[in-house]
């Protein structure tokens, strides 16, 4: 009645109709890494590329800076010389104590020797076709998937392998990277898609798609004596059909205004779960 703006509860937040229905800005494209996090709950995989962190999270900066130096061990760059500059270019970015930073720092040198050695003793028999390799292939009506390779190698036979580099220390169980969505979507690209001007790209007409053999995770962040790994085989047709069949369900949450909130695994350490209903 005394005329504060925002005092009557008519203007309250929440308590009238949405300030807007109108779909979110997307592209009709979804990433292989966005994939799963879509399936969990596209709530989460929505609104948490929205909440604003000060400072980037160590574990981040420390994988983009490992698929920085596979990408340039990747493209003939010395392997000393790619370390030297992957550390000094961790050590531009530190402002922890002197002794967590002298930790971390042997921490990433060990992670990229064993990427090193992980490439020296295994990729012998492969051929690479290209480090962090753009795709853009049309999966789908209305749907494509969209993103990067860590790398694409062929086999003998003419097969295509893609290697996905993981820095965390933990691996993943052989039986979940026969189910693992990222690697389940570069098959379904490849299935799709053609090698043009160094990038995987739609196909001619009368092109037909890349043969694959499968797909590689990469651990060298593993304590164990070799670098782990763990291989997903190809998939038949009917498992990719079925795939493929779920995309463009995502790209309608991915758009919104209504996003779906799904109980899964990650609840407890969601970091917007204080708005999940």
Same mark, same amino acid.
Request: hydrophobic share 40%.
């Given at each position: 009645q005394?005329g504060v703006?925002g =005092?009557?509860?008519a203007?309250?937040w929440?308590?009238?109709a949405?300030s ?12 292989? $890494?966005?994939?799963e ?8 995989e929505v ?5 604003a962190?000060e400072?980037?999270? =160590?574990?981040l900066t420390?994988g983009?800076?490992?698929?920085a130096y596979? %990408?340039?061990v990747?493209r ?5 010389q790619? #370390?030297d500059l992957t550390?000094a270019?961790?050590?531009q970015?530190q ?7 002298a930790?971390e720092r %042997? $921490?990433?040198a ?5 990427? $090193? ?7 012998s028999?492969?051929?690479l ?15 494509r998937i ?12 003419g ?6 580099? #993981?820095t965390?220390?933990?691996a ?13 979507a570069?098959q379904?690209a490849?299935?799709?898609g053609?090698?043009h001007?160094?990038r995987?790209t ?5 092109? %037909?798609?890349?043969p ?5 995770l990469?651990y060298p962040?593993? #304590?164990?004596k ?7 085989a ?10 493929a069949s779920?995309?463009?369900g995502?790209?309608? %949450?991915?758009r919104?205004p209504?996003l779906?909130a799904?109980?899964n695994?990650?609840?407890e350490?969601c ?7």
């Amino acid at each position: 009645q005394a005329g504060v703006p925002g =005092a009557d509860p008519a203007e309250w937040w929440t308590t009238t109709a949405p300030s807007t229905m109108e779909p979110l800005p997307t592209a009709p494209a979804l990433s292989p $890494s966005r994939i799963e996090g879509l399936l969990n709950c596209p709530l989460r995989e929505v609104i948490q590329r929205l909440v604003a962190e000060e400072d980037t999270p =160590a574990a981040l900066t420390r994988g983009t800076l490992a698929h920085a130096y596979l %990408e340039a061990v990747g493209r003939g760059v010395d392997t000393q010389q790619a #370390k030297d500059l992957t550390i000094a270019a961790w050590d531009q970015v530190q402002n922890d104590p002197e002794w967590r930073v002298a930790t971390e720092r %042997e $921490s990433l040198a060990r992670l990229l020797d064993r990427t $090193s050695l992980w490439l020296t003793q295994s990729r012998s028999r492969m051929t690479l076709v290209g480090a962090e390799l753009d795709l853009d292939v049309a999966v789908d009506e209305g749907v494509r998937i969209r993103g990067r390779m860590d790398r694409l190698e062929v086999d003998e036979s003419g097969d295509h392998w893609v290697v996905d580099l #993981k820095t965390g220390g933990q691996a993943v169980s052989q039986s979940a990277a026969q189910q693992h969505v990222q690697l389940t979507a570069y098959q379904l690209a490849l299935r799709n898609g053609a090698l043009h001007d160094g990038r995987v790209t739609d196909l001619a007409p009368g092109e %037909e798609g890349l043969p694959v053999g499968g797909g590689v995770l990469v651990y060298p962040g593993t #304590k164990t004596k070799e670098v782990s790994t763990r291989e997903q085989a190809a998939h038949p047709p009917e498992v990719l059909e079925e795939f493929a069949s779920l995309l463009p369900g995502l790209v309608r %949450e991915l758009r919104g205004p209504t996003l779906t909130a799904r109980i899964n695994d990650g609840c407890e350490r969601c970091p917007v779960r204080a708005i999940c209903p």
